[in-house]
């Protein structure tokens, strides 16, 4: 196995672990991803999921360029003939996700860290899509994501030029939000994770799905939205249970209902 996968109190660690090659993407590893992300997806249980990498050097390094083999079928048949091998199209977005980031993030890895909704990095960590350095393109959502999360500037410079930028660059331009030592990644990964893991299900979920929307719609539909749910969530047994609780100065008991 090539990653792996926890569950605690409802937050999901998801570990890449090919540190010996700086835990790039091989075949095995993307199935196995697959197959995780799925679960997460499906699992209730699962309020939250943590994705880094194994070691100190490298959460993700992209696809594994010594054993990805030339591509065994046309364009037009992993596009519509259900053989795609397109690892971000199986990412768990219905979950929060949060990308602990253990060193370098190159390529696909950043590109996955992308799809997070928090991503934190250990002082030592580096972010970087090289494609072009060797005539290609950051193909898996890069220059579509990169743009949404630091700006146009900001991700013209990184994907053209190929070059790496640092955790406190990374954290100046709004490509992490946070920046800790390497020791205290899992740590603070794991307080967010609780802090989110505590909240209300639904709450949450309504929540990211709003503001996932927001890049899509026009200001005053955006906000129709929000108020459409939250008047479905003002019924819930979540948030009756809240309000509760706030009054009898305890913890919540939310069950997604």
Aim: aromatic share 4%; glycine share 10%.
């Amino acid at each position: 196995m090539t990653v792996h996968l926890s569950v605690d109190s409802g937050v999901a660690w998801v570990t890449l672990d090919r540190p010996e090659a700086l835990n790039a993407l091989d075949a095995a590893t993307r199935a196995e991803l697959r197959v995780i992300y799925r679960r997460i997806s499906e699992d209730t249980g699962i309020r939250v999921a943590v994705l880094t990498g194994a070691g100190e050097k490298s959460f993700c390094t992209g696809a594994d360029l010594k054993s990805a083999p030339a591509a065994a079928e046309s364009l037009v048949v992993q596009e519509f003939g259900g053989q795609s091998d397109h690892l971000l199209s199986d990412f768990p977005t219905d979950k929060p996700t949060i990308c602990a980031i253990n060193g370098y993030a190159l390529g696909g890895g950043l590109e996955i860290a992308l799809r997070a909704d928090i991503r934190i990095a250990s002082s030592n960590a580096s972010f970087g899509l090289p494609e072009v350095r060797i005539g290609s393109i950051p193909g898996s959502a890069g220059t579509q994501l990169l743009p949404r999360v630091v700006g146009v500037p900001n991700a013209m410079k990184l994907i053209l030029t190929g070059e790496r930028i640092d955790a406190e660059e990374a954290l100046r331009i709004g490509l992490v939000q946070e920046v800790v030592p390497l020791d205290r990644l899992k740590d603070r990964a794991s307080e967010l994770a609780r802090a989110i893991a505590a909240n209300g299900p639904l709450a949450v979920s309504a929540a990211r799905k709003l503001v996932g929307m927001s890049l899509d719609v026009p200001l005053e539909a955006g906000i129709a939205a929000e108020r459409y749910a939250f008047g479905l969530l003002r019924d819930t047994e979540d948030r009756a249970e809240g309000r509760r609780a706030f009054a009898e100065k305890r913890p919540p008991r939310f069950v997604g209902r």
